[in-house]
């Protein structure tokens, strides 16, 4: 399954967190939050940047053109939207090239009808704990709301996820489960990472 680290800031921290090989990189372009990256960090931290190590750009809410032209230089293979963005913004971003990964709130009120339209333009939905804030809040939704999703797009499991979980996703069975998503549970503070506790998790998810 892929591991992806999400809510990188600092270019020394993105650097160690590349040795450690996460499947997928994530930086948050959404200005409200704590881990919104400094684009001057990443034109330096991308000159030797991995190329087996997959980069997302996280945007909340943003038309295609605005995204298209903020990442100019910067070889993003991955649009993250966690926002409510329609199909339409969606089919622009495929057109210019970029693999896209759709976030979705969960709750027990979610109805799974708002996936279906994106299902034949993205490559991965993240399911995310519901928030004002669009994610990053460390907080877990109940995973047995998943049993209801029955597409076809392979999704990636977010929200609040700790090491102490590492048996429990290992357990976790749905057919379309991909990977995970670590943040917020990994940090010494909002967008710096626990060099030392991501190496941990790696190696036992990969075990």
């Given at each position: 399954?892929?591991?992806?680290?999400c809510?990188?800031?600092?270019?020394?921290?993105?650097?160690?967190?590349?040795?450690?090989?996460?499947d997928?990189?994530?930086?948050?372009?959404?200005?409200?939050?704590k881990?919104?990256?400094?684009?001057?960090?990443?034109?330096?931290?991308?000159?030797?940047?991995?190329?087996?190590?997959?980069?997302?750009?996280?945007?909340?809410?943003?038309?295609?053109?605005?995204?298209?032209?903020?990442?100019?230089?910067l070889?993003?293979?991955?649009?993250?939207?966690?926002?409510?963005?329609?199909?339409?913004?969606?089919?622009?971003?495929k057109?210019?090239?970029?693999?896209?990964?759709?976030?979705?709130?969960?709750?027990?009120?979610?109805?799974?009808?708002?996936?279906?339209?994106?299902?034949?333009?993205?490559?991965?939905?993240?399911?995310?704990?519901?928030?004002?804030?669009?994610?990053?809040?460390?907080?877990?939704?109940?995973?047995?709301?998943?049993?209801?999703?029955?597409?076809?797009?392979?999704?990636?499991?977010?929200?609040?996820?700790?090491?102490q979980?590492?048996?429990?996703?290992?357990?976790?069975?749905?057919?379309?489960?991909?990977?995970?998503?670590?943040?917020?549970?990994?940090?010494?503070?909002?967008?710096?990472?626990?060099?030392?506790?991501?190496?941990?998790?790696?190696?036992?998810?990969?075990?």
């Open positions: 399954m892929l591991m992806k680290v809510g990188m800031k600092y270019s020394d921290n993105i650097s160690a967190l590349a040795s450690l090989k996460p997928m990189m994530g930086f948050i372009f959404y200005p409200k939050s881990r919104f990256v400094d684009k001057k960090v990443l034109e330096m931290s991308f000159r030797e940047f991995d190329e087996n190590i997959s980069k997302v750009a996280v945007f909340v809410n943003k038309s295609a053109e605005f995204i298209a032209s903020d990442l100019v230089g070889h993003f293979d991955y649009i993250q939207l966690h926002g409510k963005e329609p199909i339409e913004e969606v089919i622009k971003l057109n210019y090239g970029y693999k896209i990964i759709k976030a979705f709130p969960m709750s027990n009120a979610f109805e799974w009808d708002r996936t279906e339209a994106y299902e034949a333009y993205c490559d991965y939905f993240v399911f995310d704990t519901s928030s004002p804030n669009h994610g990053g809040s460390g907080q877990q939704f109940d995973w047995n709301i998943l049993k209801n999703y029955q597409g076809k797009t392979p999704f990636l499991l977010s929200g609040g996820i700790s090491i979980d590492i048996e429990q996703i290992k357990k976790f069975q749905h057919p379309q489960l991909a990977g995970i998503d670590i943040n917020s549970k990994f940090e010494i503070e909002p967008g710096l990472k626990d060099i030392d506790l991501v190496q941990k998790m790696i190696k036992e998810f990969r075990r």
